[in-house]
């Protein structure tokens, strides 16, 4: 009798998982030619929008980017100082504030007081 509900119990935690990935991929990095580098350096140990809403000057996400490098994070040493620009110009001081996108979390209905509930 335990092995259904262990089944049951690993089922539900999966479904997050798979919309965790889900959600990961929806939001990309700024086009650019280390995009791509950035996206497959960046967003192996974390989703994207970990970098999206940063704002860090050059000499912090030189700081950063080394850290990274250290915890291991794949950074070709070609490609070290393009992707600090990428990411410096893209993720400045200067840039505005990362806005998350909105998501709906159920459909709207309404209740007989014209009180809109979500399901």
């Not at 262990?6 to 030619?33: I, N, R």
């Not at 050059?58 to 490609?79: H, L, P, R, Y």
């Not at 990411?87 to 209740?111: H, V």
């Amino acid at each position: 009798m335990l092995l259904p509900l262990a089944l049951v119990a690993a089922l539900s935690f999966a479904a997050p998982a798979q919309q965790q990935t889900a959600a990961k991929m929806t939001e990309d990095l700024p086009l650019g030619a280390m995009q791509a580098k950035a996206t497959t350096a960046c967003t192996e140990c974390h989703e994207a929008r970990i970098v999206l809403q940063q704002r860090l000057s050059k000499a912090t996400w030189t700081k950063e980017v080394d850290k990274m490098i250290k915890w291991g994070a794949v950074v070709d040493a070609a490609d070290h100082d393009a992707l600090i620009d990428y990411l410096s110009t893209n993720f400045s001081p200067d840039q505005p504030a990362y806005e998350p996108p909105r998501t709906s979390t159920g459909t709207s209905t309404e209740k007989p007081s014209g009180k809109k509930t979500s399901k």
